[in-house]
């Protein structure tokens, strides 16, 4: 269970990513293509090409870490 702080935006990709990216890949995506800062404490919301999937990351500023499920 995900339980995100008050005012946690959340970005949600619109084209599917390819699955195989890590998270150097999809950080790579979050600045290039949805022009943002990875590092901010928002969640970005990916999904896979046959929709069937999802990852989310997000950079927890608390703890200076990556999440991702």
Known sequence: ?????????IFVATKPVDFRK???GLVALVQSHLKKKPFDGAVYVFRAKRADQLKMIWWDTSLSKWHSF
């Open 1 to 9: 269970m995900i339980h995100p702080s008050y005012g946690v935006q």
């Open 22 to 24: 890590g998270h150097d």
